[in-house]
């Protein structure tokens, strides 16, 4: 049997930026989160997504914006993103999978790369 594996990536390919959704969420000016603080760290050499998470991490704890940002928070959080799916979207995962199921020696797999927040996807 044929393996076809379908790779993605998750933030602004399978929905918008699940991070500046987050960040929004907790009050954040996103063009001052991004434009200075962000890009501040990569022109000091750091790579965009070590970066962000490093800023996201500087502001989780109590007191703080994102508060106790727990594992948990981040699950319900991506739970809540279900409706903000690109057009087409879930519905190309079981239109792909009815294509696939028409051949018996074919199965597919869907996968997601991504640097993003493992518990919000």
Known sequence: ??????????????LPDSTSALLREH??????FWSIRAQGLVDQGYDPPLA??????????????LGELTNQALIEFGASLDDTWFPGLPELFVDLRSIAGESRDVSIEFYIISSGLQPII
Do not use: H, R
Request: hydrophobic share 45%.
């Open 52 to 65: 962000y998470l490093n800023l996201l991490l500087q502001e989780v704890g109590p007191g703080k914006p």
């Open 1 to 14: 049997m044929s393996l076809l594996a379908v790779i993605f990536d998750y933030d602004d390919t399978l």
């Open 27 to 32: 009050g954040f000016d996103l063009d001052e």
